[in-house]
């Protein structure tokens, strides 16, 4: 008889090697990049904008929306300047990040996309959800070629 939800039984033996997760959890990571063409702005005007920026990702941290975020140094392509981590959907993660003054201003685009990591490998804040962050997006089994495993 098959499973309830109609997985497949796969014995793999990555899983069961331990190479590849039983389980994922599910972050949403936005990346802001220097579009190709960037607008001719003074120093004054990017000064302005990188205030209004910060006060932007200040506020989406304290409704809930952003759990991490900051600039990238040394990183190997120039063009990302920061990362960030999200407890929303990659579709609404962006279209919150695309109403960010610097983003709207043309300074930097929005990229980005679902991080999936071994299910409790990653906590965001000293002490995690005791901090008031979120918990992943989500969970999912993990997949070989398609079909799901399951352990």
């Known amino acids: 008889m098959a499973p309830a939800d109609d997985s497949l039984e796969i014995e793999d033996p990555l899983v069961a090697e331990g190479l590849v997760p039983a389980e994922f959890d599910l972050h949403t990571v936005l990346l802001l990049v220097r579009p190709t063409e960037q607008p001719d702005l ?49 579709s609404e993660a962006i279209e919150v990040s695309e109403r960010d003054p610097i983003v709207v201003a043309g300074w930097y685009a929005v990229e980005g996309g679902t991080w999936n990591v071994a299910r409790g490998s990653v906590r965001f804040g000293r002490d995690g959800a005791a901090h008031g962050h979120p918990p992943p997006l989500g969970r999912r089994p993990v997949s070989i070629r398609g079909r799901p495993v399951r352990r």
Request: no cysteine; proline share 6%; hydrophobic share 35%.
């Open 42 to 90: 003074s120093e004054e005007q990017l000064d302005r904008l990188q205030v209004e920026h910060l006060r932007f990702r200040k506020a989406r941290r304290e409704e809930g929306l952003l759990v991490a975020y900051g600039p990238l140094r040394d990183q190997t392509d120039p063009r990302v300047r920061g990362v960030s981590i999200w407890a929303a959907p990659l």
